[in-house]
């Protein structure tokens, strides 16, 4: 029995076709923001400030391992609904999410390592959705390109007061813009160009000190499509570092519109 603990993107659903198409025995908890979950009888949802009840169900099915996938929100501590045990744990909660989701998420673990529970890395039923070294287009990237690239992974490297950061664009050795809180969707709409046609790239990495069980950066067909209405080129990622969603429609996509993947 795996237990799953899920939040929101579509990533939980891509895990749940694969240990479906196995036929693992599983459960969920259910972390999402819009409960995206309740319909499946195998599913239980918590409030992240619910230690006592998430640890008692997965021992209740003998879960001795977890999974976790999906992003999990920064919870409104004002209005958390708490525990026993998610009293206790709460100053720890509060302390970790200053440092951003992962960081909560990090808490987590920890908290369930105390009760013998082991987290699994987010894709140990999935790795086809983990692109190796490499360039996975018609379109790759030239020189004037390499040097963008080459800056935008210097840039993620030396952040330190973006320690949430695993997005940047570079245009013409310049830095446009480096991800925020808001996450890379935001950011894309934010630097949107009329003046600029596949020109610049965006470059996402795990953070710095990241847990790589966990909260991988992810790209799918909505970052490609937003990708070319900010005009950039291409995106890159990190090999086995990411998760890539939709991979067969992201090719075409980038094919038709003249953008490379690549995989460094």
Known sequence: MIGLIFGDTDFPNEILKSIKKKKLE??????????????????????????????????????????????????????????????????????????????????????LAQNKIKTKNSLTFNPELSLKKGNFSKIKPNKKDQLDIKKAIKTLNNLRQYNF???????????????GKGGTEKMLKKIRSKKFRNHGVLVKLPKK?????????????????????????????KNKQHIF???????????????FISVK
């Not at 999402?32 to 008692?56: A, M, R, W």
């Not at 664009?169 to 813009?177: A, L, M």
């Not at 966990?214 to 005009?231: M, R, V, Y």
């Open 26 to 111: 599983y459960l969920i908890i259910d972390l999402s923001k819009s409960k995206k979950f309740k319909k499946n009888k195998k599913s239980h949802t918590v409030s992240i400030g619910q230690f006592g009840k998430i640890i008692n169900i997965l021992k209740e099915n003998n879960c001795k391992k977890v999974l976790f996938a999906g992003k999990v929100n920064k919870p409104n501590f004002s209005k958390l609904k708490l525990d026993f045990k998610g009293i206790y744990y709460f100053p720890k909660i509060i302390k970790a999410s200053k440092l951003g989701d992962a960081a909560i998420l990090k808490e987590i673990i920890k908290i």
């Open 165 to 179: 950061s695993q997005g940047v664009v570079v245009r013409n050795k310049k830095i446009v813009s480096i991800e």
């Open 209 to 237: 000190k990241q847990d790589l069980r966990i909260d991988l950066p992810a790209i799918g067909l909505k970052t490609f499509k937003q990708s070319k209405a900010a005009g950039l080129k291409g995106i890159v990622v």
């Open 245 to 259: 969603l939709d991979k067969i429609k992201c090719i075409n996509f980038a094919n038709k519109n003249k953008m």
